[in-house]
């Protein structure tokens, strides 16, 4: 089978840290024997430059055609006062959209070698291994009516929160079947205290579990709580899953327990296609990074990840993939750092292509 690859590296620091990714990608096809079929195109503020849309209705279908996207990160200053339906944004929300990608999984894993470095305490983030799974593709991020109206002479920012059953099921479904391979263990996080979305989604992971995976161990907890919890004591989770909203906000606070968010890599899964492969789009957790674009300081370890969780849940390469987290892991205990991964007073850091340089030679020590 072949294997396609659509890369997007957007704005910003996408670009410099997909390039890291790319030579990844050859060295898999030279040393491992592992042939991608990849082709580059624009999103976000690139694809607007170029067509006046963040993203074109020709990216959109290759996207829908390849094994898997990955994409760097979208968005900057420069587009800000775009008008809302073309801002970089829009061009990522919409390939979410359209693919139906509503698993988003996003792995919190604390490498030993960083331990120290986040703000919690070593003890809270050691050993820490824990999978948000965001639903991705409805909630408040998508729910009708939405806009800035008029209502008695005022303006008034609209937004709804909205949940079908069917799709709190089906993203219910994907957090059990991935904790049944991890630790057992799924909490599932809303606010059914003041919203019946939350109501709604308390029930429905219930039935999902009583009906279906009585073997998963199964908890509950208000987001507000659970957002707390984290910074207590993150090592009671295993799998957590919430909604589209709760999901963005948790998985950040989650990125400060592995030490920095350029840590951070996630896949967006959808439903199985013809050739049995999930309709997929691997991103990092982190956005564009204005504040240090074009400087070459940018970590690439998230996007790196990010395409490690691409050989796994796309490509069967499970194997493969460890190999690439375990050069990652290596790489980081040997101490080498780009400049978010070090405190402000130690020592000097290495380049984006410089970390990417450590990695490839951590995998070709691994053959
Ligand atoms: P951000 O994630 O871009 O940056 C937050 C902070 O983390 C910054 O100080 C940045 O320098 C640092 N950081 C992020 N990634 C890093 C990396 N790989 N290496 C080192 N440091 C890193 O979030 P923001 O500043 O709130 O947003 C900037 C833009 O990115 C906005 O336009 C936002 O909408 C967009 N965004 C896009 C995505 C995405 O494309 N998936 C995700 C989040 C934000
Ligand atoms: C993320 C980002 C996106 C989100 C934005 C850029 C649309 O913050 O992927 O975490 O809010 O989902
Ligand atoms: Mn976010």
């Not at 919690?120 to 909630?139: A, F, P, Q």
């Not at 205290?193 to 908890?219: A, C, T």
Request: hydrophobic share 40%; glycine share 10%.
């Amino acid at each position: 089978m072949n294997n396609t690859l659509l890369i997007l590296p957007g704005d910003g620091i996408g670009p410099e840290v997909m390039a890291e990714v790319t030579r990844i990608i050859d060295w898999f096809g030279d040393k491992r024997g592992l042939k991608f079929d990849v082709t580059e195109d624009l999103v976000g503020g690139a694809a607007y430059d170029a067509h006046g849309k963040p993203l074109s209705d020709a990216t959109m279908a290759k996207a829908q055609e390849v094994d898997a996207v990955l994409l760097g990160a979208v968005g900057g200053p420069k587009y800000d006062t775009l008008d809302f339906s073309l801002k970089p944004e829009r061009g990522l929300l919409r390939l979410r959209k359209e693919m139906d990608l509503f698993a988003n999984l996003r792995p919190a894993q604390c490498f030993d070698a960083l331990a120290d470095f986040s703000s919690l305490k070593r003890d809270v983030v050691s050993g820490l291994d824990i999978m948000i799974v965001r639903e991705l593709t409805s909630g408040i991020y998508f729910g009708e009516p939405r806009g800035i109206v008029e209502e008695g002479g005022q303006r008034v920012g609209l937004n709804t929160q909205r949940y079908t059953e069917a799709e709190i099921d089906r993203v219910a479904r994907s957090a059990f079947e991935l904790a049944r391979k991890r630790g057992n263990k799924v909490c599932s996080m809303e606010k059914a205290n003041v919203m019946e979305s939350g109501i709604l989604w308390r029930e429905v992971v219930q039935k999902v579990h009583d009906e279906s995976y009585p073997d998963v161990e199964l908890s509950h907890m208000y987001a507000d709580a659970g957002g707390m919890q984290l910074c207590r004591w993150p090592k009671q989770f295993d799998v957590i899953v919430t909604d589209n909203l709760f999901g963005d906000l948790l998985s950040d606070v989650a990125a400060m327990l592995t030490g920095s968010l350029g840590m951070l890599p996630s896949a967006s899964l959808g439903a199985p296609m013809e050739n049995g492969r999930p309709k997929a789009m691997y991103e990092p957790v982190h956005g564009s990074a204005p504040d240090i674009a074009g400087q070459g300081k940018a970590n690439p370890i998230a996007c790196i990840l990010s395409f490690a969780m691409a050989l796994r849940y796309s490509f069967d390469q499970g194997a493969e993939a460890t190999r690439l987290e375990k050069a990652v892991e290596q790489v980081l205990a040997d101490g080498v750092r780009t400049a978010d991964l070090m405190q402000s007073d130690g020592g000097s850091p290495v380049s984006t292509a410089q970390m990417g340089d450590a990695i490839l030679a951590a995998l070709d020590a691994s053959l």
